[in-house]
């Protein structure tokens, strides 16, 4: 017999349900720990060389050197084809951490957190250069850290 739930189980539990379904929380108790599949993305290359330590499992590049900035089709059309590959990236294996190492032109990991949160639901784990500080690691889970309900129900927002 499994032991009785404590206080701060309950709370947590009831915390998740606030902004959440109760079928997402079965679906996510329900799911068998895996085997921990990273993916590490690298939106550009071209001008500066990401350090090794910062890649970790598989690294999927997304783009390699200038965008033709002809005009704002061209770009949608570039932006479009990395997209899609992305997406079929993501949704070849079951990932359980994804990094994001910041590179080249804002656009493009801009679009690439979008397109995994909406592919997989996770929070990417992002690093970012700030000069003679290195690269910084920041993971916010949003939902979490931000969008409480009671946040959520300020009326000054």
Not at 49 to 72: H, Y
Not at 97 to 124: D, F, Q, W
Not at 134 to 142: N, T, V
Request: aromatic residues 8%.
């Amino acid at each position: 017999m499994a032991d009785q739930p404590d206080a701060e189980v309950i709370m947590a539990v009831k915390k998740y349900l606030g902004s959440n379904s109760k079928d997402r929380l079965l679906e996510l108790l329900s799911m068998k720990k895996e085997s921990g599949k990273t993916l590490t993305i690298v939106p550009d290359e071209t001008m500066h060389r990401i350090p090794a330590n910062l890649i970790e499992g598989e690294k999927f590049l997304f783009s390699v050197g200038n965008i033709d900035t002809t005009d704002s089709t061209t770009v949608k059309a570039h932006m479009v084809d990395k997209l899609s590959k992305l997406f079929e990236k993501l949704r070849s294996e079951k990932w359980s951490n994804i990094r994001l190492i910041y590179s080249g032109h804002a656009i493009l990991p801009a679009y690439i957190k979008l397109m995994v949160y909406r592919v997989t639901h996770l929070e990417t784990e992002d690093f970012a250069y700030f000069g003679d500080a290195g690269y910084i690691r920041l993971k916010i889970d949003i939902r979490e850290e931000i969008s409480l309900p009671e946040n959520l129900a300020r009326n000054d927002l």
